[in-house]
């Protein structure tokens, strides 16, 4: 994992390795919580695992994984299903999850390497 994401990234990625059971993501893997400075709870979207708006970029933090998460390949493997399905239709989440299908295969990360030659 880079260490300029490691950071922020790590504890998102241990919350996702948290919520991962049998092949899937479950549906309270963000448990509602209290922010700083505030007197109500704050809660995750409650679809969130069907919305491409939020799955896309959710997902799309598994290339940053470190070794030591336990399901990191099975929750990549699974959020690669997802994504697979047919893509939104609507502009904002079908971006979000044509984005988050180059970052989770690889070619953004081959079209960065590319550019930099």
């Known amino acids: 994992m880079s260490n300029e994401w490691s950071g922020y990234l790590s504890p998102f990625i241990w919350q996702l390795d948290g919520g991962f059971q049998n092949g899937s993501f479950k549906s309270n893997t963000f448990p509602s919580c209290r922010g700083l400075n505030t ?8 679809g969130w695992r069907n919305n491409a708006f939020i799955t896309g970029p959710t997902y799309s933090t598994l290339i940053a994984a470190s070794s030591n998460i336990v399901n990191a390949e099975a929750m990549i493997d699974a959020a690669g299903e997802k994504m697979a399905e047919p893509l939104p239709l609507s502009y904002y989440p079908r971006s979000w999850a044509m984005i988050s299908n180059l970052m989770l ?8 390497n590319t550019l930099k030659k």
């Open 105 to 112: 295969n690889g070619a953004m990360e081959s079209a960065g």
């Open 39 to 46: 007197n109500h709870d704050i809660s995750m979207f409650g």
